[in-house]
Antibody, heavy 119, light 113 residues
Framework: EVQLVESGGGLVQPGGSLRLSCAASGFTFRSYAMNWVRQAPGKGLEWLSYISGSGGSIFYADSVKGRFTISRDNAKNSLYLQINSLRAEDTAVYFC????????????WGQGTLVTVSS | DFVMTQSPESLAVSLGERATINCKSSQSVLASSNNKNYLAWYQQKPGQPPKLLIYWASTRESGVPDRFSGSGSGTDFTLTISSLQAEDVAVYYCQQYYSTLYTFGQGTKLEIK
């Protein structure tokens, strides 16, 4: 069974940094592209970043480019998101998402980790 | 950039009736190389992560009830629930994955009338 478990969220002051982690299991992690998607309280879904299975291709939404850094450690079956210069509008649940076998749709989602940016 | 616009924003349908949600892309998501539409639909219930329902615009994910169907091509797509059940109350999102800068629609909230 595919499992994605996010961690690293919490309360952080504006301007601070966080590193989110996603522990993957139940599939061959290195074979799949991964994404981060977030959802602000009461709002819709916002795609943030993509990383290929090898880590060689990376893309970001314009809204987070320069502040967010996606990475992965295939030896540890883990995905990461480094978030710098946090703003109030970054308050959201952050989801780790695995792509499908045959396309880039989001097949498997973690439960998410909540990041709250507030002083 | 691809902008995905869903309509309506909210919808109330009686149990057993048909529910229809629309999604319009600012650019075509139909790839000429394989004649596939890079469009997916998700269902999100309160307190849960989204769940994949439909991909390639009309292919139902394994385990999704056949009352859910997707249609459309190019820039205009529809998610149809043929006979609404109480457990279908949720927010539904479309997403394009044609561009690597994936984008979601704003969501449609489906309720029981």
């Amino acid at each position: 069974e595919v499992q994605l478990v996010e961690s690293g969220g919490g309360l952080v002051q504006p301007g601070g940094s966080l590193r989110l982690s996603c522990a993957a299991s139940g599939f061959t992690f290195r074979s799949y592209a991964m994404n981060w998607v977030r959802q602000a309280p009461g709002k819709g879904l916002e795609w943030l970043s993509y990383i290929s299975g090898s880590g060689g291709s990376i893309f970001y939404a314009d809204s987070v480019k320069g502040r967010f850094t996606i990475s992965r450690d295939n030896a540890k079956n883990s995905l990461y998101l480094q978030i710098n210069s946090l703003r109030a509008e970054d308050t959201a649940v952050y989801f780790c998402v695995r792509e499908g076998d045959s396309g880039s749709f989001s097949v498997s989602w973690g439960q998410g980790t909540l990041v709250t940016v507030s002083s | 950039d691809f902008v995905m616009t869903q309509s309506p924003e909210s919808l109330a349908v009686s149990l057993g009736e048909r529910a229809t949600i629309n999604c319009k892309s600012s650019q075509s998501v139909l790839a000429s190389s394989n004649n596939k539409n890079y469009l997916a639909w998700y269902q999100q219930k309160p307190g849960q992560p989204p769940k994949l329902l439909i991909y390639w615009a009309s292919t139902r994910e394994s385990g999704v009830p056949d009352r859910f169907s997707g249609s459309g091509s190019g820039t205009d797509f529809t998610l149809t629930i043929s006979s609404l059940q109480a457990e279908d109350v949720a927010v539904y999102y479309c997403q394009q994955y044609y561009s690597t800068l994936y984008t979601f629609g704003q969501g449609t909230k489906l309720e029981i009338k």
